[in-house]
């Protein structure tokens, strides 16, 4: 068969790593083992990692294969509105303005959202998956299991100005009538739930039915409607060759 002509995301270059990936994995379509190469399913995570040469496009792809360098800060941070979140938390212009309208609208259904984090610098992000760090561990364990739960500098979506956690971190918050309506109408306002239930392996995290990513709402809808993670869309769709 000829592979190429029916997959334009297709990369020659990469058909070692396809064959490879598709003898550990005969289940997986031809279509599913090049969407996971071309995320780097293939290698480990936080091996084969790219700095990203695009921090401030919309399109902006985080994850743990790459990353923001120290130095990114996006230039149009605004606080979000006091009525939906309680700390002064900051996300980019569009990404506030959109948010501020969902969590309007939310309210005028009786539901309430807030944002519990938003906007992290590369530094507050290293303290972070710092935190827990003692004496009686190597790096590696540490980061065995710290990688489970947080991300390492750099490859935080936080780091984006992009990306709000709402309400709870909890997976119950997924049952709770706010997830719900979330999860039925965010994408109308550009934003997509990004590391949905059943997709971990893809994401490389555990499901969080609480953090949305702003990608503005024409792309929103169209990854809502394709039924994939932001990073087989990416994959599929966006990278460049
Ligand atoms: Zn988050």
Redesign the pocket.
């Known amino acids: 068969m000829q592979k190429s002509a029916y997959v334009p995301f297709f990369h020659v270059g990469r058909l070692e790593r396809y064959n490879s990936y598709q003898q550990k994995n005969p289940n997986l379509s031809w279509l599913d083992v090049i969407t996971h190469v071309n995320i780097g399913l293939d290698q480990a995570h936080y091996s084969n990692v790219q700095l990203i040469d695009n921090p401030s496009e919309l399109t902006v792809l985080v994850n743990k294969y790459r990353q923001l360098s120290d130095g990114y800060e996006p230039k149009d941070l605004e606080t979000i509105d006091q009525r939906f979140n309680p700390d002064g938390l900051k996300l980019r212009h569009y990404a506030r303005v959109a948010f501020e309208k969902m969590c309007e609208d939310a309210l005028a259904e009786g539901i309430s959202l807030k944002a519990v984090?938003a906007y992290r610098s590369f530094s507050y992000q290293q303290e972070v998956y710092n935190r827990y760090k003692t004496q009686d561990k190597t790096e590696e364990e540490y980061q065995a299991i710290r990688d489970k739960v947080s991300a390492r500098a750099g490859h935080s979506e936080?780091q984006t100005g992009l990306?709000v956690?709402i309400n709870d971190l909890e997976e119950s918050f997924a049952d709770t009538p706010e997830a719900k309506w979330l999860a039925d109408n965010a994408y109308k306002y550009g934003f997509i739930l990004r590391y949905p239930k059943g997709k971990e392996l893809i994401t490389g995290y555990n499901y969080?039915p609480w953090?949305f990513r702003y990608l503005g709402r024409k792309l929103a809808a169209d990854v809502s409607k394709s039924g994939l993670t932001y990073d087989e869309y990416y994959a599929r769709f966006l990278l460049s060759r």
Request: proline share 0%; charged share 35%; hydrophobic share 15%.
């Open positions: 984090s936080h990306a956690d969080e953090h």
